[in-house]
């Protein structure tokens, strides 16, 4: 049975014969597949060409108007096929309560509408992949080596432009462009927690040691001090899930001495690259309890750019606060939109507009809160549980082992939402999202299509059968 992507060893040998080809005549052959493609490609060339290249600004629309053609598509499909899954049943019960409640702040149409649009545009490709009618075999091993490739031509253009004179920092960014070193490395930690999932799968040390040198090169390169907490915090749970599916804790002593030496080693880097050419302070003393809780608790004014920077605990606290005036904003927060904004179409939420700060959105676990209250944060939550239980299963259920490692992946990148929407604006970090969300709907696609043809002539791990 060759449409869906399991494994099954009578056609292993016919498929290895040329998966690329067999990948390439199946996206010619599915154009709005295609359009999700190049709407990526768009997001993740764009920013440095509009910073290096005479390309407008208005290109940075390319990606969202690839995303409209792919909801519109996803609808249409929906509506033909007279096919609607749950999940887009809960989209569409959420946006109407929401959507109310907006109004009801005397939100204007438009601002929910992009609110709205903010909101779900990536978590409408995880729809749009599950809604394919089947897939290559290759597929998934095809996403997790290109994922890899492209962190390496990241880290290949960053080293360019160090030695081409961009100083390291904000702008150090790869194609990721202008104050790009937040999407970047959310994209590493995707990359990484794939490549967890591969040790996971098949031990496979060395390619994860690989992602984890790009990734520590990349972050020292551009100044990124989050990954020094948060590689280690995918290690864990990595670790965790090892121990829980039986591994031995001999082998597991044995990578966490060989992989713990990265974080030295960044350490010293960061220090010797970064610091100390610059006049900064060294990582140990950003890192220290002092300059953490000055610079997570307060509010920064940039004269220069005219904002307001909100540390991330104080925008968590802030959120809190300002959804305390009455019990229904509470429960419901300010509506979809409200906090969000667009300077080029002129919108502004509701929340943002009586802001004391100014029209910054902030972090996304405050515009979360603002947005959702507190049970749009709980269904939120069932969701991101929902989806891990059936990455979970995948692990167990799937003997495709390329289709486990983009299951185990993800799992271990969902554990670490808390930190992405707290750290940073992560919900609408283009390339991440679209991969993230792609990736999510194309693994629950093959799950509920394994199940369904359990009693056929597909493998199952032995545990199954």
């Given at each position: 049975m060759m449409s869906y992507a399991y494994w099954n060893e009578s056609d292993t040998k016919e498929q290895n014969v040329a998966p690329t080809f067999a990948i390439v005549k199946f996206i010619g052959a599915n154009k709005p597949l295609l359009l999700l493609l190049l709407a990526i490609s768009a997001e993740l060339l764009v920013p440095i060409l509009i910073w290096k290249t005479p390309l407008p600004g208005i290109a940075r629309w390319l990606g969202d108007i690839g995303l409209a053609i792919i909801l519109v598509w996803t609808v249409g499909q929906m509506l033909v096929k007279d096919r609607v899954p749950a999940a887009a049943l809960f989209l569409i019960g959420f946006t109407l309560i929401s959507c109310t409640v907006a109004a009801f702040e005397g939100q204007a149409a438009a601002a929910t509408t992009w609110g709205w649009w903010m909101m779900f545009k990536y978590p409408v490709t995880a729809l749009f992949v599950y809604l394919q009618r089947d897939w290559p075999i290759d597929l998934a091993e095809w996403f997790y080596r290109l994922s890899i490739l492209v962190l390496l031509a990241e880290v290949i253009i960053q080293i360019g432009q160090y030695l081409t004179g961009e100083v390291t920092g904000d702008n150090l960014a790869g194609t990721f462009g202008l104050h790009g070193v937040s999407p970047l490395v959310n994209f590493i930690f995707i990359v990484t927690s794939l490549a967890y999932g591969s040790w996971l799968v098949n031990g496979d040390w060395r390619r994860l040691g690989y992602v984890l040198f790009l990734g520590a090169l990349s972050s020292t390169l551009g100044a990124m001090r989050i990954y020094y907490v948060c590689m280690p915090l995918l290690g864990v749970i990595a670790m965790l899930i090892h121990l829980i599916k039986g591994g031995r804790l001999q082998t597991l002593l044995m990578y966490i001495f060989l992989f713990s030496a990265i974080v030295p080693i960044f350490v010293f880097a960061y220090n010797t690259a970064v610091a100390a050419p610059r006049g900064q302070k060294s990582l140990q003393e950003l890192l220290g309890e002092n300059v953490n809780l000055e610079y997570l608790n307060t509010v920064r004014y940039d004269p220069i750019d005219g904002k307001y920077d909100l540390g991330r605990n104080f925008s968590v606290i802030y959120g809190w606060q300002s959804i305390q005036r009455d019990p229904i904003t509470l429960l419901f927060g300010y509506g979809v939109g409200s906090r969000s904004n667009s300077i080029s179409l002129g919108i502004v939420g509701a929340a943002l507009e009586g802001s004391d700060y100014g029209a910054v959105s902030g972090t996304s676990i405050l515009v979360l809160i603002q947005e959702l209250g507190v049970a749009g944060l709980t269904l939120l939550c069932l969701v991101w549980a929902w989806i891990m239980s059936i990455l979970w299963r995948c692990t167990n259920a799937l003997a495709a082992p390329y289709v486990r490692i983009l299951a185990y992946g993800?799992?271990?990148?969902?554990?670490?939402?808390?930190?992405?929407?707290?750290?940073?604006?992560?919900?609408?970090?283009?390339?991440?999202?679209?991969?993230?969300?792609?990736?999510?709907?194309?693994?629950?696609?093959?799950?509920?299509?394994h199940i369904k043809d359990a009693r056929s002539s597909l493998q199952l791990l032995p545990s199954e059968v």
């Open positions: 993800l799992l271990i990148y969902t554990c670490g939402w808390p930190i992405w929407l707290w750290h940073s604006g992560a919900w609408r970090f283009p390339v991440s999202m679209m991969l993230y969300w792609a990736l999510v709907g194309y693994v629950i696609h093959i799950y509920y299509h």
